[in-house]
């Protein structure tokens, strides 16, 4: 987070210039929280997905991630897939802001895991599928049904119905001046 500590000997000469230079600043802080950068350290990990379902069949594995939070814009998930249930060697799935994957990986049994993180955060700690870990095989005569969309975005109680993409800000959006 930005700070100027020059700001304070500033308060008593220059009201006013003390005054825009805290709006810059808490500007730039507001700015760098909700695109999770800050070059001194890492965000915070978001909260852990509550959790991971897979269903497979014919070769088809799909994959979907649980998570109610009160997430705010900009979160992506991650599905992790691995043949040990310790996750030796994964293979990462990126799915950006959607909570669903529908990939052909063959007939092979395969360990999985989810989680979430931000731009310039942490990580969330993973979630697997099973406690322990259970192996999900691939094989079967066709695809199984898709499980229940679980949307994609950030919004109030994790309630985020398709089309949202990053999800919706409740926030003041900017509006451009139109002359007439």
Same mark, same amino acid.
């Given at each position: %987070?930005?700070?100027?500590?020059?700001?304070?000997?500033?308060?008593?000469?220059?009201? /006013?210039?003390?005054?825009?230079?805290?709006?810059?600043? #808490?500007?730039?802080?507001?700015? +760098?929280?909700?695109?999770?950068?800050?070059?001194?350290? $890492?965000?915070? *990990?978001? !909260?852990?997905?509550? &959790?991971?379902?897979?269903?497979? &069949?014919?070769?088809?594995?799909?994959?979907?991630?649980?998570? $109610?939070?009160?997430?705010?814009?900009?979160?992506?998930?991650?599905?992790? +897939?691995?043949? !040990?249930?310790? =996750?030796?060697?994964?293979?990462? /799935?990126? %799915?950006? *802001?959607?909570?669903?994957? /529908?990939?052909?990986?063959?007939?092979?049994?395969?360990?999985?895991?989810?989680? #979430?993180?931000?731009?310039?955060?942490?990580? #969330?700690?993973?979630? !697997?599928?099973?406690?322990?870990?259970?192996?999900?095989?691939?094989?079967?005569?066709?695809? $199984?049904?898709?499980?229940?969309?679980?949307?994609?975005? *950030?919004?109030?109680?994790?309630? *985020?119905?398709?089309?949202?993409?990053?999800?919706?800000?409740?926030?003041?959006?900017? !509006?451009? +001046? +139109? =002359?007439?």
């Amino acid at each position: %987070m930005l700070t100027v500590a020059q700001l304070a000997p500033i308060k008593d000469r220059d009201p /006013y210039l003390y005054e825009t230079l805290s709006k810059i600043v #808490s500007a730039v802080n507001a700015s +760098s929280v909700r695109s999770g950068v800050d070059p001194a350290t $890492p965000a915070p *990990a978001p !909260t852990q997905i509550a &959790s991971l379902h897979v269903q497979a &069949s014919n070769g088809w594995f799909d994959i979907a991630i649980s998570d $109610p939070s009160n997430a705010r814009p900009g979160l992506f998930y991650f599905a992790e +897939s691995d043949v !040990t249930p310790g =996750f030796n060697s994964p293979r990462v /799935y990126f %799915m950006g *802001a959607s909570r669903n994957l /529908y990939v052909q990986l063959g007939n092979q049994a395969l360990y999985w895991r989810g989680y #979430s993180q931000y731009v310039g955060s942490l990580p #969330s700690a993973p979630i !697997t599928y099973g406690t322990p870990p259970i192996a999900v095989a691939g094989g079967g005569g066709s695809g $199984p049904a898709p499980l229940p969309s679980q949307g994609s975005g *950030a919004l109030a109680n994790g309630f *985020a119905p398709g089309g949202n993409g990053f999800g919706i800000h409740p926030g003041a959006r900017i !509006t451009r +001046s +139109s =002359f007439l």
